[in-house]
DNA sequence: GTCTATACATCGATAGAC
DNA sequence: GTCTATCGATGTATAGAC
């Protein structure tokens, strides 16, 4: 996983990866068909697992209450775990980059993270009655969220084109959410 | 160029780039340092040629007048260009796939293409008087453009999170710009 | 400037011993 | 199950002729 991660698909070799795992290369391809079948399992691994630290759709508990303060923390949270998880970039990187050349890869991340975050949030804005159609707002609110990581982080525009987290959240939820309609 | 869109960079062969353009790979060598020297030009060329096609920071004429028409027109227009250009789709795959390990590959693409875009977008807005942060009202609105885009076509999401392009630009011209503000 | 030919390393994958 | 040893192909980059 971590040789994947730092060096992408195409120029992991299979000799480093059994050198990194402390085993031969046999006994990896005793366990896995051939180097895409074992990418394609990491990377289902790490859709399944890691994203659960900034939301795991199972837990309810996460989008109740104002909705103001509900996405504010959302959104907060997401920016903190772009800043400080390199893997969790990386991971986007890799999953955004092989879509092309494997299409099933993309897969994993839009089953196990695009779609019960956009459900759980359309169901949650739905709820509050504010909206005239709540699936547009969650992913209106998923994708400002998601493309501000994507150009600080990912992108490394943050010097560039600087703007505070805390800035970009509190706008956000001024404009989606003014404090006149909650 | 159309090596690189195809398979990425590490995939990518001087052997095939050669005979792709026709020429030996020492001619190559003779007008690049080396692979990373070639990629680096080619992505260079890509940021500032090809996107002029969905927004042309230059064309002010493209930011004026109503906001709802300008805002709807203009996020049609990203979404059709998703769609029919797979060479738009490729670089983006291969800009943010290998924005980790080329940093300054990311920049051509934040700075001819981000930059400018959120700019012009903000300076618009900023006119309209609507937003009390025209910068993030931008952002957002790029955002939720963006991922769609990159959710629907590049991440292969039509299938199984169907949602028309019709459909997300107008909620999202709702949204942001509601019919009693305007 | 552009070519052919090649140096030298590394690739994914497997055969066969233990 | 896991290993060592190795296959044939292919990788980047360059030397030297034209």
Redesign the pocket.
Known sequence: MQEFLAHGYAA?????VARAA??????I???FK???DLFAAIMQQLAEHKFATVFDPRDRTALQGDPRATIRTLALKMCAQAECDTRFCEFMRLTIGESGRFPELAQPYVENVAKPFIAALTDYLADQNLFKDPEVAARTLMGAMVYFVTLQEILHGKDSLPLAAERMVEGLVDLILPPSRA
Chains 1, 2 share one sequence.
């Not at 992991?12 to 480093?16: A, G, W």
């Not at 402390?22 to 006994?27: D, E, L, P, R, Y």
């Open positions: 992991t070799s299979m000799d480093r402390g085993v031969s290369k046999a006994t391809y005793s366990h051939d180097k895409a």
